[in-house]
Nanobody, 113 residues
């Protein structure tokens, strides 16, 4: 059974940073495609960043250069480092195992101006 548990969300001011963590069990994240998604109120859930099995990454244009997705095989954890946060980054952020189509419960990120 795949379980994904996100943590690290919170309330920050514009320009500050946060690091989200997604601890996985039931899968080996270093050989799984993983992604971070977000959903703002009244908007559709969107893919923010993804890391493929081979380790290559891709980002939505709005976060490129500010966010970095990474993984730690020893901790079986995926991270999303978010720098230079903007109010428009406010959303619930979800971790997803793309390979197994499983989702975490989400963590709230709120950026004040």
């Amino acid at each position: 059974q795949v379980q994904l548990v996100e943590s690290g969300g919170g309330l920050v001011q514009a320009g500050e940073s946060l690091r989200l963590s997604c601890a996985a069990s039931g899968i080996i994240i270093s050989i799984s495609a993983m992604g971070w998604y977000r959903q703002a109120p009244g908007k559709q859930r969107e893919l923010v960043a993804a890391i493929a099995r081979a380790g290559n990454t891709n980002y939505v244009d709005s976060v490129s250069g500010r966010f970095t997705i990474s993984r730690d095989g020893a901790k079986n954890t995926v991270y999303l480092q978010m720098n230079s946060l903007k109010p428009e980054d406010t959303a619930v952020y979800y971790c997803r195992s793309i390979s197994y189509d499983s989702w975490g419960q989400g963590t709230q990120v709120t950026v004040s101006s």
